[in-house]
């Protein structure tokens, strides 16, 4: 079974929509819990952490839920400059122990 | 604040040439330090890390390998290339291991 898993989509959403990426994972010892978001041809960007109460940056939400294992990203009124593959990573707080999924492809049609 | 170098951002090379890649961290002291690689439309596969001078550990056999000769500078090295090399690699630091990695720029690597 794998670390991290998501629903690679792809996600074409209009301009202006709600649209929710979940990603779950197998280990119940992880710690540390982030979305991030690639471009095409780019490195990936920490978008945000992920904490236990939930958070908010702008338009983005983020929440955990431990019982179940799993982490969702919430992007509010979407915008063109949205579109990209958002990975979900999970930490077991030691060196090498970064668990990265594969990414949720997201397209925002004007 | 922090900023992290990458270098080449683009290369091409024949099969059986050496690589080397270099990556250096400024700002930050004694960071973990990984190295990364991207297939085309595939994740990130972790390849090496650091957690020190000198002190490096394989995540994946293969021909590549990885060196950490000062505390903010890491290198990744092949003595002979494959095609099955090629790829995005990307270096990355993080403070330590609860906290989020930040990536260099990427280096794509193409193997003729």
């Known amino acids: 079974r794998k670390e991290v898993e998501q629903d690679p989509g792809p996600f074409n959403v209009p301009e202006g929509a709600t649209v929710a990426f979940n990603c779950t994972y197998s280990?119940?010892?992880?710690?540390?819990f982030f979305w991030y978001r690639q471009d095409c041809r780019k490195e990936p960007k920490l978008l945000m952490s992920?904490?236990?109460s939930g958070n908010e940056d702008g338009r983005f939400t983020a929440q955990l839920n431990r019982a179940s294992q799993y982490i969702s990203l919430l992007i509010r009124d979407s915008k063109l400059s949205d579109s990209a593959t958002y990975l979900c990573?999970?930490?077991?707080?030691?060196?090498?122990?970064?668990?990265f999924g594969t990414g949720t492809s997201l397209t925002v049609i004007p | 604040s922090q900023t992290i170098h990458q270098w080449p951002a683009t290369l091409v090379q024949p099969v059986g040439s050496p690589l080397s890649l270099e990556c250096t961290v400024e700002g930050t002291s004694n960071p973990n330090l990984y190295w990364y690689r991207q297939a085309a439309g595939r994740g990130l596969q972790l390849l090496f890390y650091s957690v020190g001078i000198g002190q490096i550990s394989s995540e994946v056999p293969q021909n590549l390998s990885a060196s950490r000769p000062q505390d903010r500078q890491f290198i990744l090295s092949s003595k002979k290339l494959l095609l099955s090399d090629s790829g995005f690699y990307l270096c990355?630091?993080?403070?330590?291991?609860?906290?989020?990695?930040?990536f260099g720029d990427g280096t794509r690597l193409s193997i003729l």
């Open positions: 990573v999970v930490s077991r707080g030691t060196g090498n122990q970064f668990y």
């Open positions: 992920v904490y236990s």
């Open positions: 990355a630091w993080s403070i330590q291991g609860s906290q989020p990695q930040h």
């Open positions: 280990n119940s010892a992880s710690q540390s």
